[in-house]
């Protein structure tokens, strides 16, 4: 167990262009969550797998943001034509997927959009 | 729906001192509460996490208590140090995807 990785783990980029942030969960983790924090907040919740079926999108998910989770293993958050106000740390999340389970963290992925 | 709630949102106390933060949530059909500690810049560390039975958990020098019916939780932490600075965040899984709703944190600074 070599905990939840996220990479990279700071992104910056102009405003129009695509980023891609990768996911690497706990490997007997069947759930995976993504989160948004901005600047002096908690993280708001954005999607999460179960296995590889996406089975929630908040409304903060624009049809800019896509994600994936092939094979039920690594997942992939992707921004297209990313918006200044895109910036903010983005967090991932893995868990067993009970009501009792803890949620395990990445470090995060800090996206600075200029 | 549930919301949570932690007040204040920043605290400032002297090295050595006991202190209590809080944590405060609508739903009382909880399934459990995660407190998580945030340094500047970085990702989240989960401290710990009190199951709806349980009245309360210890770590070290932390100690959670959860109190359902009054819809509250504290973070109680001893003996203060200045490393025990940081942002401290308390969650709640929703009942439908257990994603966790979260309070905005109490950003806690210990003086030397």
């Known amino acids: 167990d070599t905990g939840v990785s996220q990479d990279p783990r700071h992104k910056i980029t102009k405003r129009g262009q695509n980023v891609t942030f990768r996911c690497d969960p706990i490997?007997?983790?069947?759930?995976l969550y993504w989160y948004r924090q901005t600047l002096g907040q908690g993280p708001e919740f954005l999607t999460y797998?179960?296995?590889?079926?996406?089975?929630?999108k908040s409304r903060l998910l624009s049809d800019r943001f896509s994600a994936e989770r092939p094979k039920g293993s690594f997942s992939t958050l992707e921004i297209q034509r990313t918006e200044q106000g895109d910036s903010a740390m983005y967090l991932c999340?893995?868990?067993?997927?009970?009501?009792?389970?803890?949620?395990?963290f990445g470090p995060g992925t800090r996206l600075t959009v200029l | 729906k549930q919301e949570v709630t932690q007040i204040p949102a920043a605290l400032s106390v002297p090295e050595g001192e006991n202190l209590v933060l809080n944590c405060s949530f609508t739903?009382?059909?909880?399934?459990?509460l995660q407190w998580f500690r945030q340094d500047p810049g970085k990702g989240l560390t989960s401290l710990l996490l009190?199951?709806?039975s349980q009245r309360e958990q210890t770590s070290g020098r932390l100690n959670a208590s959860l109190d359902k019916s009054s819809g509250r939780s504290t973070l109680y932490i001893a003996a203060s140090q200045p490393g025990d600075s940081a942002t401290y965040l308390c969650?709640?899984?929703?009942?439908?995807?257990?994603?966790?709703?979260w309070g905005a944190g109490t950003k806690l600074i210990i003086k030397p």
């Open positions: 999340a893995s868990s067993l997927g009970t009501r009792t389970d803890t949620q395990y």
């Open positions: 490997s007997e983790h069947n759930r």
């Open positions: 797998f179960q296995n590889e079926a996406q089975l929630e």
């Open positions: 739903d009382s059909a909880i399934y459990n």
């Open positions: 009190i199951q709806s």
């Open positions: 969650a709640a899984p929703t009942h439908s995807n257990y994603q966790l709703i």
